[in-house]
């Protein structure tokens, strides 16, 4: 059971979104000013970059702050579909069909890697909720304008661009046209604050150029939000993330801003009218009072991290940092002093509290800030939770679903226990067996049991296995399961032999000795095989469809087994 009590979401749960919108911080935005093309990019990479980082396991509690709908806190406003959905009671959920969804595909970037960690991973100003039926079907492809539809629900469309979009890509997501601006205005976004990226599908982003997005790409973001400008809504959600992660996606605070970097102003320099930060008295200005930090459940045994920026102005002396309370020990922030002159740049000091339980239950601790030249003190609350650590059956993945000859469906079944995500670790082979790529992909949630791959290619065979994953923890391997290299040619229904079927066995009667047998299932997959096969023969298969081979003739032969 979960119990968590937060000033901030409280007053944002009985007000719904906003009718005024909160100003941007005075001088937020001074650090971008006097400054043109890369450079100016370049500093807003440094203005966004540092953040407060959320445990994936947590995001749905913050999108209750930054996605109600209109004025009904109950409900998840979702970008990809009219349906209805409401968030669970506590906070941690919504009703059964939505997932967590990288607008930015995480595919994209490689999702949580070490040397990456969960910066982008866990971005809320690109991550949305999404009912998981428009998830799936728009998958990993980019942004585009649909001229041949294969799925619409009235709000996402996919389908095969217009000439000259996809990157490369023969399908496209297309949002709904209110929408079109938000997803712009995001892609910019990530274009900056994660430009020092190495993409690995690039569809829309790239290395190869300061500006981090192709040309096609460009064009298409631009005409999108200049078309749909910026919304209440986006802004509401914007002060929200800020509350959050304490940092702004400054596209939407300053829409003009895009045509300064990629857009007719591109070379004039900046200026959003604003000066160097005002003279007054010292303060911090970040985090602020009662701000509610909650760094998920972790297992017995391991620890989380949380990082945000501790940010002031006109600080005189270096800000003390303390716990105070309840469960001081298991919170560790990482310096106990914060140099005042990194307090009082525009980044702030990334600080870092690290929790380490050393007993299964709820634990929490105040988080004190003092000196500096500041009246007093303040302090925020830290929370966390830990359990025991979790056993972890082994999951069964199934067959592929919905193969093409470019595409296939990885499946598995649920869980029996809870599990924050699944882990499809995919290995390609080539015609000699050797193996020529090896990557391994998470879901969005516990939800989702089945993933997508377009990538298939002619000529390479298919392998994947699954793992569990909760607190941390990984479950062991599922079975692999294994896409064959091709489906079966030239099948006919004359074949020189017969087959006496039974209840899960098939006989096979044959004149001569047939020579290089092999049994495929409906999805080109190898399930049985054999040198040689004689008269009166049984074979033992699932219940299915199976295609009979051999070298002996090229004639082919179709089995039902029941």
């Known amino acids: 059971m979960r119990i968590h009590v937060s000033l901030l979401l409280l007053a944002v749960l009985a007000a719904g979104v906003p009718s005024v919108l909160a100003d941007v911080p005075a001088g937020y935005y001074a650090s971008l000013n006097g400054k043109s093309g890369q450079a100016l990019k370049d500093a807003v990479h440094e203005l966004t970059k540092r953040r407060t980082v959320h445990s994936y396991g947590s995001l749905w509690y913050y999108f209750r702050e930054t996605d109600p709908k209109e004025n009904n806190a109950d409900l998840v406003w979702d970008m990809y579909s009219d349906k209805t959905y409401r968030f669970t009671s506590d906070g941690y959920g919504a009703t059964s069909g939505m997932n967590k969804e990288h607008s930015v595909p995480k595919s994209w970037w490689g999702g949580y890697n070490e040397n990456q960690g969960y910066y982008a991973y866990t971005d809320l100003n690109h991550l949305y909720p999404s009912d998981a039926d428009a998830n799936m079907a728009k998958s990993n492809y980019p942004l585009g304008e649909v001229e041949t539809v294969r799925f619409e629900n009235g709000v996402t469309k996919v389908g095969t661009p217009l000439a000259g979009q996809g990157g490369g890509s023969s399908v496209v997501f297309e949002p709904d046209a209110r929408y079109k601006g938000d997803f712009a205005r995001t892609y910019f976004y990530m274009a900056a604050c994660y430009q020092d990226y190495t993409w690995r599908y690039k569809y829309m982003y790239t290395e190869d150029t300061w500006l981090t997005l192709n040309q096609w790409s460009v064009e298409l973001l631009l005409r999108w939000a200049r078309e749909d400008p910026v919304s209440d809504k986006e802004k509401a959600r914007n002060e929200a993330v800020y509350r959050c992660q304490n940092n702004r996606n400054p596209f939407i605070d300053n829409p003009n801003l895009i045509e300064y970097i990629w857009g007719d102003r591109q070379g004039d ?82 600080l870092t ?8 239950g709820q634990h929490r601790t105040r988080l004190i800030f003092s000196d500096g030249g500041i009246t007093g003190s303040f302090g925020i609350w830290l929370t966390a939770q830990c359990l025991e650590e979790p056993v972890l059956s082994r999951p069964v993945a199934l067959d592929p679903e919905e193969v093409t000859d470019s595409s296939f469906v990885a499946a598995w079944e649920p ?73 079966i040619d030239d099948v006919r229904a004359d074949v020189p032999w017969a087959f006496v079927g039974g209840e899960g066995h098939v006989l096979i009667k044959c004149p001569t000795t047939l020579r290089d047998v092999k049994i495929h299932n409906m999805a080109g997959m190898l399930v049985w095989q054999a040198a040689s096969l004689r008269n009166d023969t049984e074979v033992h298969l699932p219940r299915g469809v199976y295609v009979f081979t051999t070298s002996s003739s090229r004639q082919a032969a179709k089995l039902v087994i029941w």
């Open 269 to 350: 320099v900046f200026n959003d009218g604003g000066t160097d930060e005002p003279e007054g008295d010292p303060e911090i200005t970040s985090p602020t009072q009662n701000m509610y930090y909650d760094l998920g459940e972790v297992a017995l045994g391991r620890s989380r991290s949380i990082t945000f920026p501790v940010k002031g102005k006109n600080l005189t002396s270096n800000v003390s940092v303390t716990t105070y309370r309840y469960d001081t020990d298991l919170f560790t922030p990482s310096v106990t002093s914060i140099d005042r002159s990194m307090a009082n740049s525009a980044d702030g000091y990334p």
């Open 353 to 360: 509290v690290t929790y380490t339980p050393d007993s299964v």
């Open 415 to 487: 869980a029996t226990e809870e599990v924050d995500f699944y882990i499809v670790n995919r290995t390609v082979y080539d015609t000699q067996h050797l193996v020529v790529d090896s990557e391994t992909f998470t879901t969005d949630d516990s939800q989702q049991t089945r993933m997508l791959f377009t990538d298939r290619e002619h000529g390479r065979a298919y392998a994947y296995t699954v793992q569990s994953s909760r607190l941390g923890c990984v479950s062991e391997p599922s079975n692999t399961v294994m896409l064959a290299i091709t489906g």
